[in-house]
């Protein structure tokens, strides 16, 4: 008679290593999945004069993620071919089959970029790279953005697409068309963009006249 063993069953995951941490609903953590431009701009700061070896790449990332809307993956994924330092360009390569485009890129940008690159060992094709010159991970990108958060004093959590939300937020109130900020971000389906006109504070400027 053949002996029964029972194996007990060993329970494993299915996560990715380089998947970003799970987050709580939104509405258990906060009010409002955007950042306004005053806590962006809190959020370089603070990366910038934190005392890390990869500060001034820190806050590049959170710049670029924010002046040009992007996904982790599209700040993951980063090359240097993308980017036209002399002409002052970016050629943006949109992921979940966004619109690319080409845009300008600003003094602070390009003033950034250059500094980083002089960090960089010469021959990186990315960007946003670890201190072993591998292309930063969408996991590291989402811890990134998080300390950014709470070195600036934001009291409730940050992640990455919170930036890109931001970006959409500022050029609704700016008075930018919602065709125009589509492009901008590349969304596919413009109901995608509605959103940000929808929810601008612009809407409500001339209710009252006192």
Not at 38 to 45: G, K, S, T
Not at 171 to 186: E, H, K, M, P, S
């Amino acid at each position: 008679m053949a002996r029964v063993i029972a194996l007990r069953q060993i329970p494993f995951s299915t996560k990715r290593p380089n998947s970003p941490p799970p987050r709580q609903p939104n509405q258990a953590s906060r009010t409002r999945e955007h950042l306004t431009p005053y806590e962006v701009e809190r959020m370089i700061a603070a990366t910038r004069h934190s005392d890390g070896r990869v500060a001034e790449r820190d806050a590049l990332l959170i710049m670029m993620a924010y002046r040009h809307g992007l996904r982790a993956s599209e700040l993951s994924g980063l090359r240097w071919d993308q980017i036209d330092l002399k002409a002052g360009a970016f050629h943006v390569a949109r992921r979940k089959n966004g619109s690319p485009s080409t845009r300008p890129l600003r003094g602070p940008e390009l003033r950034a970029l250059r500094s980083w690159k002089r960090q960089q060992d010469e021959m990186a094709p990315y960007v946003f790279t670890s201190l072993r010159g591998g292309p930063l991970t969408i996991r590291t990108i989402h811890f990134v953005v998080a300390a950014a958060g709470k070195a600036a004093g934001i009291k409730f959590p940050i992640h990455p697409h919170m930036l890109r939300h931001a970006t959409g937020f500022y050029l609704a109130n700016a008075g930018q068309d919602t065709r125009a900020i589509q492009l901008y971000l590349g969304h596919k389906n413009i109901q995608h963009t509605v959103r940000y006109t929808e929810l601008s504070s612009q809407r409500f400027k001339n209710f009252w006249k006192d």
